[in-house]
Nanobody, 114 residues
Framework: QVRLVESGGGLVQPGGSLRLSCAAS????????MSWYRQAPGKERGLVAQ????????NYADSVKGRFTISRDNAKNMMFLQMNTLKPEDTAVYYC???????WGQGTQVTVSS
């Protein structure tokens, strides 16, 4: 059974940092590219970052480039999103995804507010 368990979301002030984690099980994690998406209320779900199966290739949305870092630890079946210099517009539900399996995590809320 494919399972993605997300953690690390919460409330943070502008300029602060959070680290999101995604624990994967039920599939050969190291063989799959992974992605983080986010969706704010009333807005379309958008790609935040993606990472190749080995972690050697990464891509970022322009809005987060230079502030967010995607990474993975295949030995632990985990993916991470380090979010620095957070802005109010980063407020959204963040989802861990396995695009080729069409499988999504449950999402974790990130709120950036004073």
């Amino acid at each position: 059974q494919v399972r993605l368990v997300e953690s690390g979301g919460g409330l943070v002030q502008p300029g602060g940092s959070l680290r999101l984690s995604c624990a994967a099980s039920g599939f050969s994690f190291s063989n799959y590219a992974m992605s983080w998406y986010r969706q704010a209320p009333g807005k379309e779900r958008g790609l935040v970052a993606q990472i190749g199966s080995t972690g050697g290739i990464t891509n970022y949305a322009d809005s987060v480039k230079g502030r967010f870092t995607i990474s993975r630890d295949n030995a632990k079946n985990m993916m991470f999103l380090q979010m620095n210099t957070l802005k109010p517009e980063d407020t959204a539900v963040y989802y861990c995804t396995v695009p080729t399996l069409r499988f999504w995590g449950q999402g974790t809320q990130v709120t950036v507010s004073s």
